[in-house]
């Protein structure tokens, strides 16, 4: 199968995503974007072994440099970002170097991040390699590291040249972690776009089983979804907080069990349900449609269950204190309707504990 593109429309700071399989070994896709002679490809020790000497057999045009960090979340920081600062200043790197993105959203996040501030910006690539860097950390411009205080506190928004993910590199992701992608996508369907979750409820054990033809539309759906989003609303000052559907209540339980019991993605899974458990409160949605999502979640093997080891004061002190409180209101992402989400700050506070309170949905 041959690749798609789409463009994420941003005036001068658009680009496009490719997405399809063996995207790697095409050579004369990456050199429209690449301005300069040098390129630094940053990747990670996971990484690296899989998809780094297929890249730089395609890149084997230009001056090719790397930099391979540890991996994992707890690399996600300024002392990491400031490895790849020095390995560019030795290796004297100047403002035309274009930076490359080999991995999945730390890599993203903290290439994107230095390529906003090395020598005040320059060029980079992303070729996100899971399905949550393919359909959401790599579309949007969002970078940056996480500070001991709090996660994703510094950054910048930095637009890549171009977005090129490989459906090939999915094959060799963690079943977890696999997963942990396809609740964002799930999210997607659940934001704006009632027709792709009725697409994913017939479709959604080929996605899981990495189908080329479902890999494909799927990406290309979310990615629209979302540069639609962040075309309305680059800088985040409005309608880009429906993103965060399931993330607040996501955000309550990685926090409060530690990172790591919950991938990010099955943290959004639960939050998600328990956003639209809140909704059929609010009499917005019917608790048939509820099921369905809960349905969806499952058959890939998502968490859907608040954990036991939870308070309701544990969901409370942690949402808070979350980014999403606002002159001291808690804003939570709601449906309006099925697979229409909105911002609200007027829902019941007693139905909202019920929902903190319930743990089987
Ligand atoms: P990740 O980058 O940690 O990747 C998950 C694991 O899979 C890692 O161990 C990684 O090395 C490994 N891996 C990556 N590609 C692989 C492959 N093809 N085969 C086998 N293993 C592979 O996590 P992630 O889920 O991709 O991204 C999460 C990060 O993205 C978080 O830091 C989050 O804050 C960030 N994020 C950013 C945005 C944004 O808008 N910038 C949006 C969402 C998430
Ligand atoms: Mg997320």
């Known amino acids: 199968m041959t690749y798609q593109t789409l463009n994420v429309d941003l005036a001068e700071r658009s680009y496009p995503i490719f997405i399809g399989p063996d995207l790697l070994n095409k050579s004369e896709l990456f050199t429209p974007y690449i301005s300069g002679k ?25 001056e090719l440099d790397e930099i391979i960090l540890p991996d994992g979340e707890q690399y996600k920081t300024l002392d990491t970002v400031n490895l790849i600062f020095t390995h560019l200043l030795e290796k004297k790197h100047s403002r035309k170097t274009t930076l490359i ?32 860097s393919q359909v959401d950390s790599s579309v949007g411009g969002k970078t940056g590291v996480n500070h001991k205080l709090g996660k994703n506190m510094i950054g910048a928004f930095k637009q890549p040249k171009a977005v090129f993910a490989d459906t090939n590199t999915l094959k060799t992701l963690p079943n977890r972690e696999l997963s942990a992608g396809i609740a964002e996508v799930v999210k997607y369907g659940l934001i704006t776009d009632y027709l792709f979750f009725e697409w994913l409820e017939k479709n959604i054990l080929e996605l899981y089983s990495l189908d080329e033809r ?13 540069a639609d989003i962040v075309n309305q609303d ?14 607040t209540f996501g955000h309550a339980i990685e926090t409060s069990l530690g990172y790591g019991k919950y991938l990010h993605g099955e943290a959004v899974a639960i939050g998600t349900v328990m956003a639209s458990y809140l909704s059929v409160l609010e009499g917005n949605i019917s608790f048939e449609d509820h099921l369905r999502i809960i349905n969806l979640f499952e058959k890939v093997n998502l968490p859907v269950d608040s954990p036991v080891e939870m308070q309701v004061d544990d969901f409370v002190e942690k949402m808070s204190i979350d980014k999403k409180v606002v002159d001291g ?12 989400a909105i911002i609200s700050d007027t829902f019941d506070h007693e139905k909202l ?9």
């Open 38 to 62: 040098k390129v630094l490809i940053v990747t990670n020790q996971t990484v690296a072994p899989l998809y780094l000497e297929r890249l730089k057999s395609s890149l084997s045009s230009f």
């Open 101 to 132: 993105a080999l991995g999945g959203g730390v890599i993203g996040d903290m290439t994107g991040f230095a390529a906003a501030s090395f020598q005040r910006g320059v060029d980079f690539i992303q070729i996100p390699t899971t399905v949550l």
């Open 214 to 226: 479902a890999v494909q539309y799927a990406i290309k759906q979310s990615c629209l979804v979302k």
């Open 234 to 247: 680059e800088m985040e000052s409005g309608v880009r907080a429906l993103l965060n559907l399931g993330h």
């Open 329 to 340: 209101k808690l804003r939570l992402i709601l449906f309006s309707k099925m697979s229409q």
């Open 353 to 361: 504990m019920k929902t903190l309170a319930t743990k089987n949905f």
